[in-house]
């Protein structure tokens, strides 16, 4: 197969299952060339990655669970040893206590903030470290980030917290790898129904909300998001870094709801 990503070889981090962002990210990439390898956070969750993956071409799958460290250090030590070095890395994950998803942000416990900060943003940097150190002049690291880091989106609570210091990591990743030539970006995605997704509370009203009111008058897809992560761990993109790119039929660049709202 030819592409864009032909030789690039790349880790997914965050596929459940074929509604996951990941999975988007995935068939772009491999439809490119790029040749894969997945985690999966759990022995449930990797019965359906392992499919997943063999429509992609790929055995290369790998447990997970970012709490774990000594999980994330063996993943890498798989890729190491298995192919030597590594091109791209793309973070898709994201956990907070869905019974904190509502209600007021000022009644996150600290438990769940911590976990939250752990798992959503403090695992990138971990990951980001440790592949870095597998990667030349040419790295490429994506994350995926939400608006609710910049504003307040009802019930998004303390994933909002996390996400803007997600975004706050992107900058300072890219400033500490720019000078190899390793570049860090995230995709600021608008509502996707997902397993993550479905944990925020009223969730289908928030999606339905942005269908009405974003510019395309839609939200994004998953083929939507891979389009665009395709473009960021690509060579099509090698001056562009630290950036969070929104991806979320132009939702953010709106104030008031659509005139056609206002008026009935
Ligand atoms: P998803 O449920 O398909 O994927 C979330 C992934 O996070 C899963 O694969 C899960 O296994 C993984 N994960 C959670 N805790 C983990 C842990 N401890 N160790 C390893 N993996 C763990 O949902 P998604 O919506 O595709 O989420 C992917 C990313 O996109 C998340 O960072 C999410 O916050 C972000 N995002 C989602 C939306 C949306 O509307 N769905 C919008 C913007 C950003």
Redesign the pocket.
Known sequence: MSGIMQGKRGLIM????N????WGISKALAAQGAELAFTY?GEA?GRRVKPLAAELNSDFIIP????DIASVDAVFAAIGERWGKLDFVVH????SDKNELKGLYADTTRDNFSRTMV??CFSFTEIAKRAAALMDENGAMLT???GGSSRVIPNYNVMGVAKAALEASVRYLAADYGPKGIRVNAIS?G??R????AGISDARAIYSWNQKNSPLRRTATIEDLGGSALYLLSDLSRGVTGEIHYVDAGYNITSLPTLDRLRN
Not at 14 to 17: D, E, I, P, Q, T
Not at 92 to 95: E, L, N, Q
């Open positions: 965050g596929v459940a299952n509604h996951s962002i990941a956070q969750l997970c669970d970012v709490e898709a994950i994201g956990f798992i959503s995926l980030t939400y995605a509502p996707v997902t397993l993550a997704g």
